[in-house]
């Protein structure tokens, strides 16, 4: 059986850090509204934990790189 990346492993760690928005701002150093936006112009994926929103550690480290966008949950692109 295999585990999800989100499951507790043995030694009482996560394999992705979830973050709240204020934390993504601080990672980012940005604001918290800068976060929101890209939350809701769906520019960066995020997890939904009942009305509170959360941010992969991983996701952010890899939006955060010079010269890589932010990351597009799949099949959540909008055309204009």
């Known amino acids: 059986m295999t585990r ?3 499951d507790n492993r043995a030694d009482g760690s996560t394999g992705d850090e979830l973050l ?3 934390q993504a701002g601080d990672y980012l150093r940005t604001g ?4 929101r ?3 809701a112009e769906r ?5 939904k934990l009942g009305k ?3 941010l992969q550690r991983s ?8 010269g890589v966008s932010p990351v597009i949950s799949q099949g ?5």
């Open 4 to 6: 999800s990346r989100l």
């Open 20 to 22: 709240t928005v204020a």
């Open 32 to 35: 918290e509204r800068f976060v």
């Open 37 to 39: 936006r890209l939350v």
């Open 43 to 47: 520019r960066i994926s995020y997890v």
């Open 52 to 54: 509170y929103v959360r």
């Open 59 to 66: 996701t952010l480290v890899r939006s955060s790189r010079p």
């Open 76 to 80: 959540l692109i909008r055309r204009a």
